[in-house]
Protein backbone atom coordinates (compact mmCIF):
# COMPACT_ATOMS: atom_id res chain seq x y z
CA UNK A 1 0.00 0.00 0.00
CA UNK A 2 1.10 3.23 -0.59
CA UNK A 3 0.04 6.87 0.37
CA UNK A 4 -0.35 10.42 -0.94
CA UNK A 5 2.86 11.13 0.34
CA UNK A 6 4.31 8.18 -1.19
CA UNK A 7 3.38 8.90 -4.35
CA UNK A 8 4.34 13.02 -4.15
CA UNK A 9 7.88 11.65 -3.17
CA UNK A 10 8.16 9.33 -5.75
CA UNK A 11 6.51 11.85 -8.34
CA UNK A 12 9.10 14.75 -7.45
CA UNK A 13 12.36 12.66 -7.42
CA UNK A 14 12.26 12.42 -11.41
CA UNK A 15 13.80 15.46 -13.34
CA UNK A 16 11.75 18.90 -13.43
CA UNK A 17 8.73 17.70 -12.08
CA UNK A 18 6.27 20.07 -10.22
CA UNK A 19 3.44 19.45 -8.56
CA UNK A 20 -0.08 21.53 -9.39
CA UNK A 21 -3.92 20.23 -8.42
CA UNK A 22 -5.33 18.90 -11.68
CA UNK A 23 -9.95 18.58 -10.93
CA UNK A 24 -8.82 19.81 -7.04
CA UNK A 25 -6.48 16.63 -6.41
CA UNK A 26 -2.41 16.99 -6.17
CA UNK A 27 -1.16 16.17 -10.39
CA UNK A 28 2.12 15.99 -10.93
CA UNK A 29 3.71 17.66 -14.32
CA UNK A 30 6.78 17.28 -16.35
CA UNK A 31 7.17 21.17 -17.52
CA UNK A 32 3.90 22.00 -18.82
CA UNK A 33 2.34 17.68 -19.20
CA UNK A 34 0.97 15.95 -16.97
CA UNK A 35 1.82 12.03 -15.89
CA UNK A 36 0.29 11.35 -12.24
CA UNK A 37 -3.08 12.34 -10.68
CA UNK A 38 -4.82 11.20 -7.63
CA UNK A 39 -8.09 10.52 -8.31
CA UNK A 40 -11.45 12.28 -6.47
CA UNK A 41 -11.62 9.42 -4.21
CA UNK A 42 -8.08 9.91 -2.69
CA UNK A 43 -6.56 6.20 -2.94
CA UNK A 44 -6.62 5.59 -6.97
CA UNK A 45 -4.15 7.60 -9.09
CA UNK A 46 -4.39 7.74 -12.56
CA UNK A 47 -1.41 7.41 -14.97
CA UNK A 48 -0.99 7.60 -18.89
CA UNK A 49 0.51 4.37 -20.71
CA UNK A 50 1.72 4.69 -24.23
CA UNK A 51 -1.45 2.87 -25.96
CA UNK A 52 -5.10 1.88 -24.77
CA UNK A 53 -3.49 -1.77 -25.59
CA UNK A 54 -1.18 -1.10 -22.40
CA UNK A 55 -4.15 -0.56 -20.45
CA UNK A 56 -5.79 -3.66 -21.08
CA UNK A 57 -2.92 -5.74 -20.70
CA UNK A 58 -2.59 -4.31 -17.34
CA UNK A 59 -5.25 -4.56 -16.44
CA UNK A 60 -5.44 -8.62 -17.60
CA UNK A 61 -1.98 -9.17 -16.04
CA UNK A 62 -3.29 -7.61 -12.54
CA UNK A 63 -6.53 -6.32 -11.72
CA UNK A 64 -5.99 -6.46 -7.85
CA UNK A 65 -3.73 -3.20 -8.99
CA UNK A 66 -5.54 -2.17 -12.57
CA UNK A 67 -8.52 -1.03 -13.24
CA UNK A 68 -10.46 1.34 -15.42
CA UNK A 69 -13.74 2.81 -15.18
CA UNK A 70 -16.09 4.35 -18.44
CA UNK A 71 -14.82 7.93 -18.25
CA UNK A 72 -11.39 6.20 -19.53
CA UNK A 73 -12.79 4.67 -22.65
CA UNK A 74 -11.13 5.08 -25.37
CA UNK A 75 -8.31 6.78 -23.08
CA UNK A 76 -4.46 5.36 -22.67
CA UNK A 77 -4.80 5.98 -19.31
CA UNK A 78 -4.83 3.55 -16.30
CA UNK A 79 -6.32 3.61 -12.79
CA UNK A 80 -4.01 2.14 -10.28
CA UNK A 81 -5.26 1.41 -6.71
CA UNK A 82 -2.89 2.70 -4.22
CA UNK A 83 -3.91 0.33 -1.31
CA UNK A 84 -2.75 -2.31 -3.20
CA UNK A 85 0.40 -1.33 -5.67
CA UNK A 86 3.71 -1.69 -3.69
CA UNK A 87 6.35 0.99 -3.84
CA UNK A 88 8.61 -0.55 -6.05
CA UNK A 89 6.15 -0.82 -8.86
CA UNK A 90 4.68 2.37 -8.59
CA UNK A 91 7.95 3.40 -8.81
CA UNK A 92 8.47 1.85 -12.06
CA UNK A 93 5.33 3.23 -13.49
CA UNK A 94 5.53 6.94 -12.13
CA UNK A 95 8.73 7.26 -14.34
CA UNK A 96 7.65 4.91 -17.18
CA UNK A 97 4.70 7.89 -16.92
CA UNK A 98 6.64 10.68 -16.90
CA UNK A 99 8.84 9.48 -20.02
CA UNK A 100 5.94 9.30 -21.90
CA UNK A 101 5.40 12.85 -21.38
CA UNK A 102 9.10 14.20 -20.87
CA UNK A 103 10.22 16.42 -23.58
CA UNK A 104 12.76 14.34 -25.58
CA UNK A 105 15.84 15.67 -24.10
CA UNK A 106 15.14 15.05 -20.29
CA UNK A 107 14.65 11.16 -21.10
CA UNK A 108 17.76 10.41 -20.89
CA UNK A 109 17.70 11.46 -17.27
CA UNK A 110 15.73 8.77 -15.74
CA UNK A 111 17.18 5.44 -17.24
Do not use: N, Q
Request: net charge negative; aromatic share 10%; charged share 30%.
Amino acid sequence: MVTEEDVRRLAIALPETSEKTMYGTPAWYVKAKWFARIREEGDVLVLPVAAEEDKHELIAADPAVFFTVPHYDGYACVLVRMTTVGEEELAELLADAWRLRAPRKLRSLVP
